[in-house]
């Protein structure tokens, strides 16, 4: 089994910042990528940013210059900063972690449940 689980959404006015986290848990023989996605109602999911395992990322135009995502390999941990966030930043936030675990070595993507993220104007 392997488990994926957000925290750190809120509630924050517009200019404000949070740190979201997204660890991993379970069997897990190697993670590779991890991504963040963030879906509002009735909209579909968009992307927000990935690492890979070796620390590459790549952001959405959206977010570019204001989000930051990094991974803490020993704690299968992978965080999203957030700065400047703005009312439009208003979603649902959602990772994901690639990864393999010890008993079926095949590169899985498992789903955190999501975490609420809302910007006051």
């Known amino acids: 089994q392997a488990h994926v689980v957000e925290s750190g959404g809120g509630l924050v006015q517009a200019g404000g910042s949070l740190r979201l986290s997204c660890a991993a848990s379970?069997?897990?023989?190697?993670?590779?990528?991890t991504g963040w996605y963030r879906q509002v109602p009735g909209k579909q999911r968009d992307l927000v940013g990935v690492?890979?395992?070796?620390?590459?990322?790549n952001y959405a135009d959206t977010v570019k210059g204001r989000f930051t995502i990094s991974r803490d390999n020993a704690k299968n941990t992978v965080y999203l900063q957030m700065n400047s966030l703005q009312p439009e930043d208003t979603a649902v936030y959602y990772c994901?972690?690639?990864?393999?675990?010890?008993?079926?070595?095949?590169?899985?993507?498992?789903w955190g449940q999501g975490t609420q993220v809302t910007v006051t104007s």
């Open positions: 690492i890979t395992s070796g620390g590459r990322t």
């Open positions: 994901h972690a690639d990864l393999v675990r010890t008993d079926y070595r095949v590169n899985y993507r498992y």
């Open positions: 379970g069997s897990i023989f190697s993670i590779n990528a």
